[in-house]
T-cell receptor, first 112, second 113 residues
Framework: QKEVEQNSGPLSVPEGAIASLNCTYS??????FFWYRQYSGKSPELIMS????GDKEDGRFTAQLNKASQYVSLLIRDSQPSDSATYLC????????????FGTGTRLLVSP | DAEITQSPRHKITETGRQVTLACHQT?????MFWYRQDLGHGLRLIHY???????NKGEVSDGYSVSRSNTEDLPLTLESAASSQTSVYFC????????????FGNGTRLTVT
């Protein structure tokens, strides 16, 4: 079992819709969770972080964390074509204190 | 503004050659990391360092080495390049602390022929 799992996609949504990206992790003791966006040929850039159960909102983005289910998600409201990218889920576990483990990413395509 | 600079951006080398990829950060972060990114595998950790003179192996460290002589730099060396090391390499840094995110450099695309 991979430590951090994501559906590779592509996830296709029309412009203006809500995109829902999901991530599961195996280390029950994981402490912090991050979502990165990566455009083709570019480096990952941080868009959201979440540390406690529940929802965290930042503009059009909402991160949701459920530690009991070992599940973290990212909602993108009013999706725009410029949101088309690969979204990487990253988890900092209970071992190897500072290391982040990344999922393989979900490719999101937003059509005009 | 603080940043992480990787060089070169692109590199083509031959099998068996030694190659060094540079990473320089001005964040003054103690933690530095090298990842490689390949289709289907995502970002995989090669080596990491928690401070000067500290280095640790990641999940895919075979054939790679790093050294940390100062806070700003963590060069990655491929001792004898192999075609399997053709990849995109990202350097990253972070502050100490569970909630600290990684800041990434722009990456180096390495091709081993």
């Amino acid at each position: 079992q991979k430590e951090v799992e994501q559906n590779s996609g592509p996830l296709s949504v029309p412009e203006g819709a809500i995109a829902s990206l999901n991530c599961t992790y195996s280390d029950r003791g994981s402490q912090s969770f991050f979502w990165y966006r990566q455009y083709s040929g570019k480096s990952p850039e941080l868009i959201m972080s979440i540390y406690s159960n529940g929802d965290k909102e930042d503009g059009r983005f909402t991160a949701q964390l459920n530690k009991a289910s070992q599940y973290v998600s990212l909602l993108i409201r009013d999706s725009q074509p410029s949101d088309s990218a690969t979204y990487l889920c990253a988890v900092r576990g209970n071992t190897g204190f500072q290391k982040l483990v990344f999922g393989t990413g979900t490719r999101l395509l937003v059509s005009p | 503004d603080a940043e992480i600079t990787q060089s070169p951006r692109h590199k083509i080398t031959e099998t068996g050659r030694q190659v060094t990829l540079a990473c320089h950060q001005t964040w003054n972060h103690n933690n530095m990391f090298w990842y490689r990114q390949d289709l289907g595998h995502g970002l995989r950790l090669i080596h990491y360092s928690y401070g000067v003179q500290d280095t640790n192996k990641g999940e895919v460290s075979d054939g790679y080495s790093v050294s940390r002589s100062n806070t700003e730099d963590l060069p990655l060396t491929l001792e004898s390049a192999a075609s399997s090391q053709t990849s995109v390499y990202f350097c990253a840094s972070s502050q100490e602390g569970t909630n600290s995110p990684l800041h990434f450099g722009n990456g180096t695309r390495l091709t081993v022929t």
